[in-house]
């Protein structure tokens, strides 16, 4: 069974660019959460996803937004980005939303803006 | 924030057993009590998760005390590939709770 796959691995854009970040959970899983990672915040929780309806989020501007399409597939947008947005962006997928389902992530993309 | 506290640092020796505690004290009764753990620059890897009772898998054990305020990890015979941050995280069983992450333990297996 494939895991979770994000793309792309690495990317870096200009401050003020916009990325778009994808995740392909696990076949037959419908939910899928977001996270972003730095140094010196941790892992904090973006958002998540479950038959396309976003459930959750986390406290992050406007400027982080996603999507989950029909094959349960997400996307996560950043736009006008900044130097601290630089992170490892990592995406969860798991068979429901709720607190006795393991979540397993991806590999992450590591974003780095200049 | 984290509802978990625990050491920032532990070392153990390679074929050892590695006990990595944690303190939740204000869990509720519903709560689960999860582990992941992160090796250098990889997405977190689920370990294991419990509500009330004790529970083992291929990779770990969880022992969870009688009043739930506290668990252990164990890794019955650590390696060198067990090196990582381990993080213990609490979630209501409710729908829309993601994982909430706090600064884990970094455990270093020594050779």
């Known amino acids: 069974k494939a895991g979770v796959t994000q793309t792309p691995r690495y990317l870096i854009k200009t401050r003020g660019q916009q990325v778009t970040l994808s995740c392909s959970p696990i076949?037959?899983?419908?939910?899928v959460s977001w996270y972003q990672q730095t140094p010196g915040q941790g892992l904090q929780f973006l958002f998540e996803?479950?038959?396309?309806?976003?459930?959750n989020k986390g406290n992050f501007p406007g400027r982080f937004s996603g999507r989950q399409f029909s094959n349960s597939r997400s996307e996560m947008n950043v736009s006008t980005l900044e130097l601290g947005d630089s992170a490892l962006y990592l995406c969860?997928?798991?068979?429901?939303?709720?607190?006795?389902?393991?979540?397993?992530f991806g590999q992450g993309t590591r974003l780095t803006v200049v | 924030d984290a509802k978990t506290t625990q050491p920032p640092s532990m070392d153990c020796a390679e074929g050892r057993a590695a006990n990595l505690p944690c303190n939740h004290s204000?869990?509720?009764?519903?709560?689960?009590v999860y582990w992941y753990r992160q090796i250098h620059s990889q997405g977190p890897q689920y370990i294991i998760h419990?509500?009330?009772n004790n529970e083992t898998n291929e990779m770990a054990s969880l022992i969870i005390t009688e009043d739930r305020k506290s668990s252990t990890l164990i890794l019955p015979h650590a390696t060198l590939r067990d090196t990582a941050v381990y993080y213990c995280?609490?979630?209501?069983?409710?729908?829309?709770?993601?994982?909430?992450f706090g600064k884990g333990t970094r455990l270093s297996v020594i050779a």
């Open positions: 996803y479950f038959s396309e309806t976003q459930r």
């Open positions: 076949s037959g899983h419908r939910s």
């Open positions: 419990g509500l009330k």
């Open positions: 995280i609490v979630r209501s069983p409710s729908g829309n709770t993601p994982l909430v």
């Open positions: 969860a997928s798991s068979s429901w939303t709720g607190g006795n389902t393991e979540a397993f």
């Open positions: 204000t869990i509720s009764g519903n709560e689960y």
